[in-house]
């Protein structure tokens, strides 16, 4: 099974830290196919009004868009590894505006690389068995586009049908700078905490990507707290470590607090294990998570 070979990878990680190599205690990287749903997920619930702006307004009425083409049976489905190649930039990748909606697939749906155009994935209702939520980014006439998972800075425009649509209260954002995290609900910053980040040559990706899901942390030296992994991937894959080839960007917590505000992980973003507890008791997957290099004015909470 995939998760036991990545497991065992990440056990000759560890146990090269015992014995010394002081470069692996840099590891962040860990997030891997076995992503486990919430114990108690709460149920999609249709999207309520809110006073806080939204990156998706409504589609202008009189534009005509072209309906969508049939895909083809044999398009690859979007999971842990990287997502086929072809899909459109995010327009607005550094956007802060928050993402008050998400879609949850219901079935396999097809993704496009515009409104109207080609068909280049599906998109299936869970991935490693973790139900699926992706923010809405931007709508037109008949059509939803979504950040893409397992891929940086990419977006998937959706037809209509096949999938349901979520709220989403939540927002997290990384300052690389300042090495900082700011958890948002519904506009309004809660909390800050400091946060370790990429090294050089490892650096945690800008832009927005998501929250996929939870795991299990597979070693004592994350500090026995749950980790999220998050929709994006290492910018260059071949800098990483040989064991963390194919991992996604992590959210997790450490066994210590020594490197707290430092470049210092495999590009993982690394926090206490008390702010970890508290965001995966508070924040669901499918919430937007953006990496800023400095917010202009730092949060309320900062």
Known sequence: MLFDRLTSRFGIAWLATAVGVPALLALALLVHSSLQPAAAPSPPRPV?????????????????????????????????????????????PLS??????????????AAYDAPGGRPLAF???????????????????GWTAVLLPSANRRI?????????????????????RPHRLTWYRHGRALHTWPVSLGMPGQSTPLGRTFI??????????YGGVDIFALGSVPDDPDAVPTGLKGAHIGLHSWHNDDTLGEDATNGCIRLTRVAQRKLLAEVPAGTALIVVDELPTPPATA
């Open 212 to 221: 996929l899901g939870r795991t299990e942390p597979p070693e004592a030296v």
């Open 123 to 141: 998109l299936a209702p869970t991935i490693s068995g973790v139900a699926l939520t992706m923010p809405v980014v931007e709508r037109r006439t």
């Open 48 to 92: 309520a009004p809110t006073d806080t702006p939204s990156s998706t307004p409504p589609p202008v009425p009189d534009e005509t868009i072209p309906a969508a083409a049939p895909a083809p049976r044999n398009l690859p489905v979007v999971d842990y590894s990287p997502a086929p190649a072809g899909f459109p930039a995010d327009p607005r």
């Open 156 to 176: 998937a425009w959706l037809p209509q049908g096949g999938w349901t649509t979520v709220a989403l209260r939540d927002q997290i954002v990384v300052e690389r």
């Open 96 to 109: 802060t505006t928050p993402l008050t909606e998400g879609v949850a697939p219901a079935r396999n749906i």
